[in-house]
Structures are given as C-alpha cells and as structure tokens.
C-alpha cells in the first residue's frame, strides 16, 4: 500500500501558487528522505514529473485538492540481492591517461590543432 508525504514548498506563496525556487525546496526534502531510506536499508528512486499537465493528471490520480500538486514521488523498496556470478556490464576504471590529455602550448601563438 503506497504511503504519501504532503510536503508544502517553501516557494508556494499564500495562493498556492508556485514561484520561482519551488523545485529546489522539494528537492532538498526528497534528498533527505532518500538518505534517510538508505541508512535503514532501503532503495529508492526519485520520479519527477514535469510538464504541468503531467503534475495536474498524478495529483487528480491520487485525489489531492488545491492547492497540493504532486512534482516527485519517490520508490523505497528493499534491493535484491547482488547476483552470483560475472556481470554483463563490464566494471572497473580505465586508466586516467586512457581518459583524459593534457596539452602544454610550447609558445603563446602555437595552435591547439596544427
């Protein structure tokens, strides 16, 4: 059964309309709800919901009245146990030279490129 926080934005005005900021007050909570999960073993996974038309249809969907939208909902759940055996996604690091060049200019009017 799905549980859900009603988090008020601090940049909701007293019209329940949003202002400019709103996104960043809602994403330092989900941050700390995802941290919390995570220290009591748990997974979790942020959905944001951006065009308005698609906050409007998830916040009719869960029945919340105005001025309350709905912008993320987070999945918690318990991870599945790491699979035996070798992963089909190769692991590791390349080696930084493998990566990253670096070029020194030997005069101040030698080209990059040439």
């Known amino acids: 059964m799905p ?3 009603k988090i008020r934005s601090f940049g909701v005005d007293e019209a329940g309309l949003g202002v400019a900021g709103e996104g960043f007050g809602g994403g330092c ?3 700390r709800i995802m941290l919390a999960a995570h220290l009591l073993g748990l997974g979790s996974c942020p959905v944001t919901f951006f065009w308005a038309e698609n906050a409007e249809r998830v916040t009719a969907i ?3 009245p105005h ?3 709905v912008r993320t ?3 918690l759940g318990y991870p599945a146990r ?3 055996g070798l992963p089909a996604i190769p692991t590791g690091r390349h080696p930084l030279n493998a990566l990253w060049t670096f070029w ?3 005069s101040p ?3 990059p490129f040439g």
Request: glycine content about 4%.
């Open 62 to 64: 869960v029945g919340y």
């Open 73 to 75: 909902v987070i999945a």
């Open 67 to 69: 001025p309350w939208q």
């Open 104 to 106: 020194r200019r030997s």
């Open 29 to 31: 909570v989900a941050q």
């Open 3 to 5: 549980f859900t926080w």
């Open 82 to 84: 790491t699979p035996t």
């Open 109 to 111: 009017r030698a080209a």
